[in-house]
């Protein structure tokens, strides 16, 4: 069974960092594409950064300098790393994997970052 189980949510003041963890079981993380997506209060989904299969990464232009999406293979687990962090940041991130191209098949339940002072 496909699971993704992400952490490292919280609540931080602006300018702080956080670290999102997606656990993932039931499949090899790097034979997938994989992106994080986020919600954020009353709006739609926003893709936030992906990683491919081979390890090439992307990112929404207002995150690039400040997001680094990652993976540790042999603990079978994808990371996004976010640094100075703003208010604007604060949604519901999501960890999900691609059947092919843009196509997800599968979601975590999300975890909540609010930044706030």
């Known amino acids: 069974e496909v699971q993704l189980v992400e952490s490292g949510g919280g609540l931080v003041q602006p300018g702080g960092s956080l670290r999102l963890s997606c656990a993932a079981s039931g499949f090899t993380l790097d034979n997938y594409a994989m992106s994080w997506v986020r919600q954020a209060p009353g709006k739609g989904l926003e893709w936030v950064s992906a990683i491919s299969w081979i390890g090439g990464t992307y990112y929404a232009e207002s995150m690039k300098a400040r997001f680094t999406i990652s993976r540790d293979n042999a603990k079978n687990t994808l990371y996004l790393q976010m640094n100075s962090l703003k208010s604007e940041d604060t949604a519901v991130y999501y960890c999900?994997?691609?059947?092919?191209?843009?196509?997800?098949?599968?979601w975590g339940q999300g975890t909540q970052v609010t930044v706030s002072s």
């Open positions: 999900a994997r691609h059947k092919t191209g843009t196509i997800v098949d599968y």
